[in-house]
T-cell receptor, first 111, second 116 residues
Framework: KQEVTQIPAALSVPEGENLVLNCSFTDSAIYNLQWFRQDPGKGLTSLLLIQSSQREQTSGRLNASLDKSSGRSTLYIAASQPGDSATYLCAVSTSNYQLIWGAGTKLIIKP | DTGVSQDPRHKITKRGQNVTFRCDPISEHNRLYWYRQTLGQGPEFLTYFQNEAQLEKSRLLSDRFSAERPKGSFSTLEIQRTEQGDSAMYLC??????????????FGPGTRLTVL
């Protein structure tokens, strides 16, 4: 059974710092991995999608990596801003593209 | 707006009542998903449609839950005889078959259900 874990559960850093969020999964047979952002009480915004054949994806200040063999992904955020404060979730897709989710990392960027 | 929409955004109901939520996917997307998210947790898969066919249901979807997608466009999720444990955010997502982003799911804003 696929399980997804995100560490840390919460993170607070000063504005301007670079930071890394971690995601691990137990079964390497995935189709892709997505990172999402969720603001309090809101829906989900897709940030990056990495196909199983890819090793990383970049969008602006965000870079996501994928190491299928070790069951790990990282989301790197450069030059963090207060507007980056949110919960970040990773999810892996299975054979019917059902998403299996981590519990998220709550990120607070202090001005 | 061409994104996924959900209605209502918030629903407060008394225990034992029936509720129905609606999801309108992105128009060209033939695949539709329902998820449930409780506070502090990641979403959990509930069910999946390809066009009008319901292809997969989670064990989380008890007999009190039913979902339909009658014409392969919008979908409804009904909860009968609601219980306090049903309180959660119900999320809908859709996905198309276009090459490139074909397996990316796009999410609606969710319906937050509170059962008193």
């Amino acid at each position: 059974k696929q399980e997804v874990t995100q560490i840390p559960a919460a993170l607070s850093v000063p504005e301007g710092e670079n930071l890394v969020l971690n995601c691990s999964f137990t079964d390497s047979a995935i189709y892709n991995l997505q990172w999402f952002r969720q603001d309090p009480g809101k829906g989900l915004t897709s940030l990056l999608l990495i196909q199983s054949s890819q090793r990383e994806q970049t969008s602006g200040r965000l870079n996501a990596s994928l190491d299928k063999s070790s069951g790990r992904s990282t989301l790197y955020i450069a030059a963090s801003q207060p507007g980056d404060s949110a919960t970040y979730l990773c999810a892996v897709s299975t054979s019917n593209y059902q998403l299996i989710w981590g519990a998220g990392t709550k990120l607070i960027i202090k001005p | 707006d061409t994104g996924v929409s959900q209605d209502p955004r918030h629903k407060i109901t008394k225990r034992g009542q029936n509720v129905t939520f609606r999801c309108d996917p992105i128009s060209e997307h033939n695949r539709l998903y329902w998820y449930r998210q409780t506070l502090g947790q990641g979403p959990e898969f509930l069910t999946y449609f390809q066009n009008e066919a319901q292809l997969e249901k989670s064990r989380l979807l008890s007999d009190r839950f039913s979902a339909e997608r009658p014409k392969g466009s919008f979908s409804t999720l009904e909860i009968q005889r609601t219980e306090q444990g049903d309180s959660a955010m119900y999320l809908c997502a859709s996905r198309g078959d276009r090459r490139g982003s074909y397996n990316e799911q796009f999410f609606g804003p969710g319906t937050r259900l509170t059962v008193l």
